[in-house]
Structure formats: C-alpha cells, structure tokens
C-alpha cells in the first residue's frame, strides 16, 4: 500500500511539472504573433508549425494534465485513508484484551 501512494504521489507530481513546463511554454506563444516562426518538439525532433496549432494542442494538453492531476489527487488521497483505516484497524488488534474493554 506503501508503494501505491509513493507510485501515485509520483506520477502526480511528474504530471504537475509537465503542466507547469506548459503554462510556460503557453506564456511564450501568448507573447508571439500568428506570423512568428514557431517549433515544436517531436522526440529528437523541430518540427516548424503554426502558432495557432501549438496554442491549440497545448491547451489541450493542459487541460488533459489538470484532469489526470485531479484523479491521482483523489487517488493518492484514497489510499492514505485506506492507510489510516489499516493502520487503526491493526492497532486495535495488537492492543492488550484486558485495554480493549476499558
């Protein structure tokens, strides 16, 4: 269980930081007019594009980001509770009989 919510704690933040690599790379193409010679990056890749296209599949992008974000939040969220309960559950079990009753 541990190792789910390093896993999933992870990947969210992996996914926070592409999303904020983004917003930047968003900020600069909101600066640049349609007219500007624009790359994009495909693996080893420049490939020359348009600044509308770019703007487009980003924001798109983001908004794919945010979503995936939200559910490893609910997710990594999920899984603590379910920690807590274990850990309660197992605590009640290792207490002494005579404590129980108390």
């Known amino acids: 269980m541990q190792q789910t919510l390093q896993a999933v704690s992870g990947q969210k933040q992996q996914l926070e930081i592409e999303a904020s690599e983004t917003d930047r790379a968003l ?10 010679i624009v790359y994009k990056s495909v693996g080893s890749l420049l490939l020359k ?3 509308q296209t770019l ?3 980003l924001k798109e992008r983001k908004e794919l980001l945010g979503t995936r974000i ?3 939040g ?3 969220e999920r899984t603590k509770e379910r920690m807590k309960e274990l850990q309660e559950k197992l ?3 290792l207490r002494p009989i005579g404590a129980a009753s108390n």
């Open 27 to 36: 900020a600069e193409l909101e600066k640049l007019t349609d007219t500007a």
């Open 49 to 51: 594009s348009e600044r």
């Open 55 to 57: 703007l487009a599949e």
């Open 70 to 72: 939200t559910v490893l």
């Open 74 to 76: 609910r997710q990594e």
């Open 91 to 93: 605590q009640e079990k």
